[in-house]
């Protein structure tokens, strides 16, 4: 039986034929050119929804790595600001040893104390410093605040606040970018950490006292410590010396219990001096009989404490550098004229000394912590570039193309494509209007 075919089913035929053929030719022309498999969506679905979830993640990676490099460039200014301060305070020091020499003339330490304010004005600059966008580095959440106001000399008040600003260096860490300025520069404990000391305002005698030892944490911090005491100190008639540790908040003696609210006593101080020993406080063999206790601290008393000199021992404050600089001010700037004066001078100096200690000690952590920071920034840039490289891989897997299959799929579409048209050009001549 015969099968008639119209000339246009034919035609209709071949030209779906080489159009079919065409376009995967174009499709693998445009594979070829740009090195992709996946050209749209509907060349693989399924692998072009996981490209896309890929490169967003790359694409977020990449963000992780511009905001590391951000807090670099923010911390590395933070810590060579707190470089300069911890020069200046080092500088300050060298200038408190100096002051201590006796030899120096009041002209001498005039010119100590223009340098110390020279000093006191960087300190100021370097605390209100701003980044290259204008936010103050030292005033916690509010980089736009200037952090330090100044009312007077040595009177400087904190505006920022005590939070950090964050920057986001992976998906599961926010790194701190700003420290707070009242940790930085007004926190600082005074004397010598742990508590202080001080010469009683009206002392007569020549008596410094130092800025204490601390033997034993634990009995300072004990409950039932008091951590406020006065050393008094008691001269006879023929010039002995001795003292008492009273608990100044119940003018007890801590030594025999002697209550000091009924008067002075009428004899000798429990103790007897010796100019520079220890006086420990806490129960000696040789006390007289009385309540064991220890306070776990110790402070020395050098030269001679007139009779009714007392010396402060108490907590450690928190106190400012700029108040810090002040203090030293004020006792270069005091008068010497008598051996109790220069002992006062003396006092104030070793007490300077042990401020400036803490403070220095303060701003080290500080630069101990940014150093910590910039060390985990650059192990965490590392893992995203570990990220990077693991989604440049699986990328490539999901979208780069095949060229060996490529090009054999385009070499036999074009064999193909040759051959329709080949056949096409002979079956459009088998027509009866060919004969007539």
Not at 4 to 33: C, H, K
Request: proline share 3%; no cysteine.
């Amino acid at each position: 039986m015969a099968i008639r075919v119209a000339t246009s089913t034919v035609y209709a035929l071949s030209n779906r034929g080489l159009q079919s053929q065409q376009s995967t030719q174009v499709r693998l022309q445009n594979q070829l050119s740009t090195g992709r498999r996946i050209l749209t969506p509907s060349d693989d679905p399924i692998g072009a929804a996981r490209a896309l979830s890929v490169n967003q993640a790359q694409s977020v990676n990449a963000q992780y790595s511009v905001n590391s490099k951000a807090v670099d460039s923010a911390l590395g200014l933070t810590e060579s600001t707190l470089q300069q301060v911890v020069e200046l305070v080092q500088n300050v020091q060298q200038l408190a040893v100096q002051a201590g020499n006796p030899a120096l003339s009041s002209a001498d330490l005039q010119s100590v104390n223009v340098e110390l304010k020279s000093r006191y004005e960087e300190l100021m600059g370097l605390a209100n410093t701003t980044d290259g966008t204008g936010q103050y580095l030292f005033s916690g959440f509010r980089g736009s605040t200037k952090p330090f106001s100044e009312s007077s000399f040595g009177n400087v008040q904190y505006l920022g606040d005590e939070g950090q600003r964050l920057v986001q260096i992976s998906a599961s860490r926010n790194l701190p970018i700003s420290d707070s300025g009242s940790a930085v520069f007004g926190s600082v404990k005074n004397g010598n950490g742990i508590f202080q000391t001080g010469a009683t305002a009206g002392n007569t005698g020549s008596g410094t006292v130092d800025i204490g030892t601390v033997t034993n944490p634990l009995q300072w911090n004990a409950t039932g410590n008091v951590r406020d005491y006065k050393v008094s100190f008691s001269v006879d008639a023929a010039g002995a010396t001795t003292y008492d540790i009273v608990d100044a908040t119940s003018n007890k003696s801590m030594i025999d219990g002697y209550d000091y609210a009924g008067g002075a006593r009428a004899g000798a101080m429990p103790r007897g001096y010796n100019a520079g020993s220890e006086i420990e406080f806490k129960r000696l063999p040789t006390d007289p009989a009385g309540a064991n206790w220890d306070a776990g601290v110790s402070i020395s008393v050098k030269g001679v404490p007139a009779n009714g000199d007392s010396f402060s021992v108490k907590p450690s404050q928190s106190q400012d550098m700029f108040s810090m600089l002040a203090d030293f001010s004020g006792i270069l700037g005091a008068t010497q004229f008598d051996e109790n004066s220069k002992a006062t001078y003396q006092t104030g100096l070793g007490r300077v000394i042990g401020n400036l200690s803490n403070a220095l000690d303060s701003v080290l952590t500080t630069q101990a912590s940014i150093g910590a920071r910039m060390k985990e920034t650059e192990s965490v840039r590392s893992t995203n570039e570990d990220l990077d490289l693991q989604y440049s891989k699986t990328l490539s897997g999901l979208q780069d193309l095949d060229y060996t299959k490529a090009l054999s799929d385009f070499a036999m579409t074009q064999t193909l494509l040759d051959a329709a048209r080949a056949t096409f050009s002979k079956v459009q001549g088998m027509s009866l209007f060919k004969y007539l």
